[in-house]
């Protein structure tokens, strides 16, 4: 079965900084890869996936994160972060695309400060 | 894009009566819709699948019959907590396979009091 692991619960950040929300997973096949974005009492937004072909994957709101196989990694990166950025991250996983259930990581709260 | 509805947003309900919580997929058709809870800072954790015209699939330690779910239709999918409890109270969020990937419903609120 697969499993997620995020390894930071809290980023705090300055505005305008770079960030980096790591994250790791288990599956003994191929995977897809998944982040989304919750802020308070809301559903989740999908940031960006990665199914196939290249390993750097773009998504909404600048975010990007990269694929890689060797080290069963999928970090998510912003280059110059904003306040509005401030919300909970996950990182979710799926064996196959499709009917297949999302197994979510823990989450990495990330705090934007002035 | 697909849009899964889901309602209520908000419920508050008495310790031992039941609620029902709807998820309905807008503009396509959700064979399978999953079923999540999250409690405060943690997690999403899936608690059930359903499938339309089928039993649902529950994952280790949900109790099916306190946790009732009907998918009755292609378009939507529904979850009763019955004689809900305090502990009960959480996030209750579905999703559905959809727009080449999965599409999530804005949640529940229940508060058991």
């Known amino acids: 079965a697969q499993s997620v692991t995020q390894l930071d619960s809290q980023v705090p950040v300055f505005e305008e900084a770079p960030v980096e929300l790591r994250c790791n997973y288990s599956s003994s096949v191929s995977v897809y890869l998944f982040w989304y974005v919750q802020y308070p009492n809301q559903g989740l937004q999908l940031l960006l996936k990665y199914l196939s072909g290249s390993t750097l994957v773009k998504g909404i709101n600048g975010f990007e994160a990269e694929f890689n196989k060797s080290q069963t990694s999928f970090h998510l990166r912003k280059p110059s972060v904003h306040i509005s950025d401030t919300a909970e991250y996950f990182c979710?996983?799926?064996?196959?695309?499709?009917?297949?259930?999302?197994?979510f990581g823990q989450g990495t709260r990330l705090t934007i400060n002035p | 894009g697909a849009v899964v509805s889901q309602h209520p947003s908000r419920v508050i309900c008495k310790s031992g009566t039941s609620v029902k919580i709807e998820c309905r997929s807008l503009?396509?058709?959700?064979?399978?819709m999953f079923w999540y809870r999250q409690f405060p800072k943690q997690s999403l954790m899936l608690m059930a699948t359903?499938?339309?015209?089928?039993?649902?699939?529950?994952e280790q330690g949900v109790e099916k019959d306190k946790f009732l779910i009907n998918h009755a239709s292609l378009t939507l999918s529904t979850l009763t907590v019955t004689s809900a409890h305090p502990e009960d109270s959480s996030f209750y969020i579905c999703s559905a396979p959809g727009g080449g990937g999965y599409t999530f419903g804005s949640g529940t609120r229940l508060t058991v009091v």
């Open positions: 359903s499938n339309e015209g089928s039993k649902a699939t529950y």
């Open positions: 503009d396509f058709q959700a064979t399978t």
């Open positions: 979710a996983v799926s064996e196959g695309q499709g009917a297949q259930k999302l197994v």
